[in-house]
């Protein structure tokens, strides 16, 4: 079992920048990947990005691509997504999932963190 802990929502202006947290424990031995999901009153669950755990590479939504970047720090077992340049229709809740590997989907969720964009 995985848990997830995502931290660092809040209200910012539109323009400005916030970073995310999402500390995992349990057996993160076995998560493969880390993605970044977010939901807008009234909107389907969005993809954000992911990092693969080994190697960190990453891959993004076009519509954040350029001004949000997700890293890692392997050693505590955290992921962070640094949100630049936000726009008001980045307002949602943040949560952040694992994937385990050979998964075909996300099987560990955080509860999510609200971000709110103030235009």
């Known amino acids: 079992q995985v848990q997830l802990v995502e931290s660092g929502g809040g209200l910012v202006q539109a323009g400005g920048s916030l970073r995310l947290s999402c500390a995992a424990s349990?057996?993160?031995?076995?998560?493969?990947?880390m993605g970044w999901f977010r939901q807008a009153p009234g909107k389907e669950r969005e993809f954000v990005g992911a990092?693969?755990?080994?190697?960190?590479?990453?891959h993004y939504a076009d519509s954040v691509k350029g001004r949000f970047t997700i890293s890692r720090d392997s050693a505590e077992n955290t992921v962070y997504l640094q949100m630049n340049s936000l726009k008001a229709e980045d307002t949602a809740v943040y949560y952040c999932?694992?994937?385990?590997?050979?998964?075909?989907?996300?099987?560990?969720w955080g509860q999510g963190t609200q971000v709110t964009v103030s235009s």
């Open positions: 349990g057996r993160t031995f076995s998560i493969a990947a």
């Open positions: 990092i693969r755990w080994s190697g960190g590479s990453t």
């Open positions: 999932a694992a994937e385990k590997y050979s998964s075909r989907r996300y099987d560990y």
